[in-house]
């Protein structure tokens, strides 16, 4: 009895985190259907007349951000004002990137669209959430569609192969995957490198093994869940936009992309990678995560 109690405690302790935001998501979603139905909404999910809906679902996860995570978004001045492109590291569990939307909503108004993996549309019940906070599969046409209406467009080129077999070491897992630098390039518009510091010791995932690993290649289905949910210090930094260049190709983009280095008032600068070496501690510590959120010399 007693091995057994403690065996379920463990589990409860490393699951209940993830599980809980996962309540949180559909319970949001079912808010939204109220109110569709309550107010009779019928107009298109992204227009202005779901801002109040909008509101209330980010200050809602902006909340539970600061009180879990301490959670801090640096960098909102390198946004530009029209259409861009983010692109960021995916943690276990993008909250993070939740959290970012909400506070850029309550402190711009602006709404970023998201590109996300499609089996983030086969799950059941979510259809009216990922549509009025503009998640989409992220086709080459509707990401210019986006860029040309004004919005912000972001990618995690790594997207779930990052998420599931990324580490501490927060290695970029981006293969060859270059769509995103033919959008930017396409549509003449910034790309701007996002990262979130100790978001993979808030949330883990299990270590890679080769049956995990062909699993996934095989369906493309995320079978290995995360654990964790510490509330460790979680800080967004956003970085200084790539900016179009007409001569520029897309394996040069991609390549400045990377590997972390791009022109910038003449002189070379960092971008993701260099995100992530500037902000946080290789390989990461969750001891180190957690007191940070008692370092007041960091704010």
Known sequence: VIITSLTISAILVFFIVPLTIVFFIYLTNLLLLIHQRNNEVKADPLSDVWDSARKTIATFWDTYARIWHGYELHGVENLP??????????????????????????????????????????????????????????????????LKKGYLVSISPGGVREALF?????????????????????????????????????????????????????TRLPFTPPYGGLPVKFRTYIGKPIPYDPNITTEELVEKVCKGKFLFSLQTKTAVQALISKHQTIPGSIWKALLERFDKRRK
């Open 166 to 218: 990324s580490d501490e070491s927060y290695q970029l897992m981006w293969g060859n995957r270059k769509g995103f630098a033919q959008v930017a390039l396409d549509a003449k518009v910034p790309i701007i490198p996002m990262y979130t510091q100790n978001v993979r010791e808030g949330y883990r995932m299990f270590k890679e093994r080769r049956c995990f690993r062909q699993l996934y290649e095989s």
């Open 81 to 146: 004002e029209g259409p861009g492109i983010l692109v960021y590291y995916h943690g276990a569990i993008p909250i993070d990137y939740l959290y970012f939307l909400s506070r850029l909503f309550l402190w711009k108004k602006r709404l970023c669209l998201s590109v996300a993996d499609h089996f983030v549309f086969r799950l059941p019940g979510l259809k009216l959430l990922l549509r009025v906070t503009g998640v989409m599969p992220g086709t080459r046409e509707e990401c210019l569609a986006a």
